[in-house]
């Protein structure tokens, strides 16, 4: 069976610091671009940041960028937030797309694999 497992979520005050990470099990996704997304209460689920298969390539969305960074070690990816703002909440998933898929993926369709995700609070 696979699996995208998330970790490092929590509560945190608007200015702090979190990073997730996100590994995988049952298969190896070391040839897939692989990101993060988020979801708000009564919201959609939305595109945070992208990493290409190779790490050579990454994006952001224009909310999180010069606060977030998207890195990854051959499968697993974490994602470094920093400024974090109360609009930073939400859940938020890892997700990696298809085998041998190229660039970097920034909608919900490009991405078949998707985690549990994990809850990201930040107090004003």
């Known amino acids: 069976q696979v699996q995208l497992v998330e970790s490092g979520g929590g509560l945190v005050q608007a200015g702090g610091s979190l990073t997730l990470s996100c590994a995988a099990s049952?298969?190896?996704?070391?040839?897939?671009?692989m990101g993060w997304f988020r979801q708000a209460p009564g919201k959609e689920r939305e595109f945070v940041a992208g990493v290409s298969w190779s790490g050579g390539s990454t994006s952001y969305a224009d909310s999180v960028k010069g606060r977030f960074t998207i890195s990854r070690d051959n499968a697993k990816i974490t994602l470094q937030m920093n400024s974090l703002k109360p609009e930073d909440t939400g859940v938020y998933y890892c997700a990696a797309g298809s085998l041998g898929s190229r660039g970097v993926g920034t909608t919900t369709t490009w991405y078949p694999y998707w985690g549990q995700g994990t809850q990201v609070t930040v107090s004003s």
């Open positions: 049952g298969r190896t996704f070391s040839r897939n671009g």
